[in-house]
């Protein structure tokens, strides 16, 4: 039997969109104050996605390594962005951007380079029909993981300025006195994609497992598909947040082992 997969047409989203306005609706009745918010998340998303898809539709009749690798770095760029958004305590100067960019972009791209040279096997290994769509993955998750873990770290050093100063007078290295914040900062990093491993298949169906399996593909390529990209999204979240993590702790001191929570804007 050919697999089929349903073509939506206009019709179809908005009529999806109506459980936006419904969302607005109880918003408004049970004055939660977040319509708008809705609203304009997603008017958007339905920009940024149509935007996409034109970009995308250039890239695959291109198919230019110099046109992907800016493609990489725009989005490399926004998720650094995303990072530091979402940070309480951030770093004085370009540190604040710098940092969890570097370590989005170094974990995404070895990643995605390494599925696209071993497992995916694309033909140009930078083709951007697998590239883009796999680092988009890849990025998204990996950003929350450094962005939790970052923060994590910057609060509890900010907390718990004390104790460590105290650590480092009795002749503790930066090292001992900030160990334990570093291991606790990489385990709130690595909880998202833990969760999300442990819920998936059970508690949830993964988006682009789901995707494949609308489009005609049989469930357990589908699977295979959705596992392997799991696997990724795990190994790029922990790469980047330990990376991120022991910047900022390497950024809150110094080579004296002294405390410089003047790098961090407090607030």
């Excluded at 392997?228 to 993590?245: K, R, S």
Aim: net charge positive; hydrophobic share 55%; proline share 3%.
């Amino acid at each position: 039997m050919t697999a089929t997969y349903i073509v939506l047409d206009w019709t179809d989203l908005a009529l999806a969109a109506t459980l936006i306005l419904l969302n607005g609706a109880l918003s408004i009745h049970l004055r939660l104050g977040v319509e708008r918010q809705f609203l304009i998340a997603a008017l958007r998303m339905c920009v940024q996605l149509g935007l996409m898809g034109l970009v995308l539709k250039t890239l695959f009749t291109l198919v230019s390594p110099i046109l992907t690798g800016v493609a990489v770095l725009i989005m490399t760029a926004f998720a650094g962005r995303e990072i530091m958004a979402r940070q309480e305590r951030r770093f004085q100067g370009f540190w604040a951007y710098g940092l969890g960019t570097g370590a989005v972009l170094f974990a995404g791209t070895l990643v995605m380079i390494f599925a696209l040279a071993t497992q995916i096997q694309a033909d140009p290994w930078y083709h951007p029909r697998y590239a883009i769509p796999l680092l988009g993955m890849i990025l998204g998750n990996t950003m929350t993981g450094i962005a939790v873990g970052m923060n994590s770290l910057t609060e509890r050093v900010a907390r718990d300025r004390n104790a460590i100063e105290t650590m480092l007078a009795l002749g503790e290295t930066r090292a001992a006195a900030m160990g334990p914040l570093i291991k606790s900062a990489v385990r709130n990093g690595l909880i998202p994609i833990i969760n999300g491993m442990s819920a998936a298949g059970i508690v949830s169906l993964p988006g682009m497992m789901t995707g494949q399996i609308l489009s005609g593909v049989e469930p357990l390529e589908a699977i295979k598909y959705q596992i392997l990209v799991m696997f990724l999204i795990a190994g790029g979240t922990g790469i980047g947040v330990v990376i991120a993590v022991h910047a900022a702790a390497a950024r809150l001191s110094d080579a004296r082992h002294r405390l410089r929570l003047d790098r961090l804007k407090l607030e």
